[in-house]
């Protein structure tokens, strides 16, 4: 179910919380933007004063849609709490709606409200109303300005509601001192027929507090004075013009449509002059009719047959629509006698036979001209209108031509403007054909020259690598020749001259066993054997000793697998085929390297 939309729901349950603890009796919520249907409610006041500081703070807003929670102390029946909407006669449709649907949605969140009551004026919000409303629970209660009695929304109000239990209720002295004045009724409300007339209510009039408020009463005689002087307007303007009299006796007219009872002629119009025409006002109907309940409001026209003209100058005396007040009878009206024209006139001339047929034959003759003439008129008109079809025709074929002609003209102008853009469109398109077709043929003659250079530049670099490739062999073999040349040079000095200093010297030498260091060791082949000191003078205890017979896989250079050689001078690599893996060693100088080197080929009988 949807629910109530608050501007401020916590101020609105606090107020309503207040009025629950008997803190306050009422609290007042009206729309935020009335003219936007998503408007919400909004708190505007609430307090403890009751029902007159309700009706008071409402008068702040009187053409405002507002809804009130409103609670009565000292209540003899068993609801006490309700919700009072209060909606202006000239509130749209739209916002009475919304008024309404907003209503119901509080009395949702409202739990302890128990019915709810209706009204269009201040002036009808009065104790007995509250009364008359919580004395029926099941059905809301609608009170309407100039409406007789008030009437439950949904079923309608039963006549036998509970007199004594309204006389009964006695409101909270408060209540007494504030209370507004009741609505007068209309004055067309007041003398309606018996069949429009509605019922007297079933609870009596509230009586008028002795000390009522200025201001409020001055309020409802406002309001009942224009509501009447309105209604009187619209009843005198909605009147039709009276009907004009026939050859009969004496005639009465009627302003109202319903019947209306005959009034005795005054005595000064018995004495009167017979051929006279007597005007009967409303005021002097409403003040013969005194304060009974059948009043009328017609005004009585009496016309006499021998009466023989009308004068000019005759004015009939202005009539008075409507009564807001129930008057004294004014002094009596004084009637005018009135003489009629020659049509009413009792004298009547019979023409004798042959006058008569004169005049048939002249009326024939008569007609016969008028028919004459009614013909030749129609004929004229028949020709006015076939000349003038027929200009209407040629004006709407000349303009169809010229329709023709510039819709042809149009279509031939959009024909070549649509053949010149098509041939535009298609010179583009072969423009674009042609830069495209050109591009790519550029595209297709870079392509080839630039596989052409490449191919070139590889062949090229194909070529340079393979003489570097035949330049690094051939410079590989002529050191591999110069190295074992020198080798054999060395190893041949040192069987020539067996001295103890070829045999001995200084290397550096880098093992598995130290990876990350260099080792200076002093070094000395004897047989197949090489021993390494720490120095030359320290050869009584050498450090390591090997055995080199068999042992040795070769002797590499740095270009045979070992580039990380490359950077130190006159180095070499031993490769052992044991454990020991490969000794990365260099000499002193070229001389102390392949000394070594022919010792070591020596030693291992490479």
């Known amino acids: 179910m949807a629910t109530v939309k608050l501007a401020d729901p916590g101020a609105v349950m606090a107020a309503y919380d207040a009025v629950m603890r008997e803190d306050a009796n009422w609290m007042l919520l009206g729309h935020t933007e009335p003219s936007d249907p998503r408007d919400v409610l909004a708190l505007l006041a609430y307090g403890p ?17 507002l809804v009130a929670f409103y609670r009565e102390d000292n209540s003899r029946y068993p609801a006490s709490c309700l919700l009072i909407d209060y909606i202006p006669p000239h509130t749209s449709a739209g916002l009475r709606a919304r008024t309404h649907v907003h209503s119901r949605r509080l009395g949702a969140l409202l739990k302890a409200h128990q019915t709810t009551l209706t009204v269009d ?19 809301p209660l609608v009170i309407e300005v100039g409406q007789t009695e008030p009437f439950p929304a949904d079923s309608g109000f039963s006549a036998d509601v509970d007199q004594s239990t309204i006389k009964d209720y006695r409101p909270p002295p408060h209540h007494e001192a504030d209370q507004m004045e009741p609505p007068r009724r209309s004055f067309s409300t007041q003398y309606s027929s018996p069949r429009s007339r509605s019922p007297s209510p079933p609870y009596g009039r509230s009586p008028s507090p002795p000390s009522r408020s200025r201001a409020g009463s001055m309020f409802s005689s406002l309001l009942g004075k224009r509501r009447s002087k309105r209604r009187a307007r619209g009843r005198s303007e909605d009147l039709p013009p009276p009907t004009p009299p026939k050859d009969k006796g004496y005639y009465a007219h009627m302003t109202s449509p319903s019947p209306t009872p005959s009034l005795p002629p005054k005595p000064e119009d018995r004495d009167g002059d017979a051929n006279s025409l007597s005007f009967t006002t409303d005021d002097e109907l409403f003040a013969d009719a005194g304060h009974s309940g059948d009043v009328r409001t017609p005004t009585m026209i009496e016309l006499p047959r021998e009466s023989t003209a009308i004068p000019s100058a005759f004015v009939p005396p202005p009539r008075k629509s409507s009564l807001t007040h129930r008057a004294p009878s004014p002094p009596p009206v004084q009637h005018h006698v009135v003489p009629l024209p020659d049509k009413w006139a009792s004298v009547v001339v019979i023409p004798d036979p042959a006058e008569r047929a004169r005049r048939r034959i002249e009326l024939q003759r008569q007609r016969d001209r008028e028919e004459e003439e009614a013909m030749r008129q129609e004929e004229e008109r028949q020709r006015r209108l076939k000349a003038e079809r027929e200009a209407e025709r040629r004006r709407e074929e000349e303009e169809e031509a010229a329709r023709k002609a510039s819709l042809e003209l149009e279509i031939k102008r959009a024909t070549s403007e649509r053949r010149r853009r098509e041939q535009q469109a298609r010179e583009e398109e072969e423009r674009k054909a042609r830069e495209i077709a050109e591009r790519k043929r550029l595209d297709r003659l870079r392509r080839q020259e630039e596989h052409r250079r490449l191919e070139q530049w590889r062949a090229d670099q194909a070529r340079a690598a393979e003489e570097a490739k035949k330049r690094e062999e051939q410079t590989r073999k002529s050191l591999e020749v110069e190295r074992k040349r020198k080798i054999e040079q060395a190893e041949a000095k040192v069987k020539a001259a067996a001295s103890d200093a070829l045999i001995t010297g200084w290397v550096t030498v ?47 250079e740095w270009n045979e697998g070992y580039e990380e050689l490359e950077s130190i001078p006159y180095s070499f690599a031993i490769e052992f085929k044991d454990e020991r893996g490969s000794w990365s060693a ?6 102390e390297k392949f000394k070594l080197l022919a010792l070591l080929k020596q030693a291992a009988g490479l």
């Not at 002093?522 to 120095?535: A, N």
């Open 586 to 591: 260099f000499a002193d100088n070229e001389e």
């Open 510 to 556: 880098q093992t598995p066993e130290w990876p990350l260091e260099w080792r200076r060791r002093f070094y000395k082949v004897m047989g197949d054997t090489l021993f390494l000191y720490r120095s030359q003078k320290d050869r009584a205890q050498y450090l390591d000793q090997v055995y080199l017979r068999g042992k040795l896989r070769g002797l590499k």
């Open 121 to 139: 004026s201040l002036a009808v919000l009065t104790a007995t109303a509250i009364a008359q409303a919580l004395s029926d629970t099941r059905n």
């Open 49 to 65: 004063g009751g029902l007159p500081e309700l009706k008071r703070r409402m008068l702040q807003d009187p053409d405002q849609a």
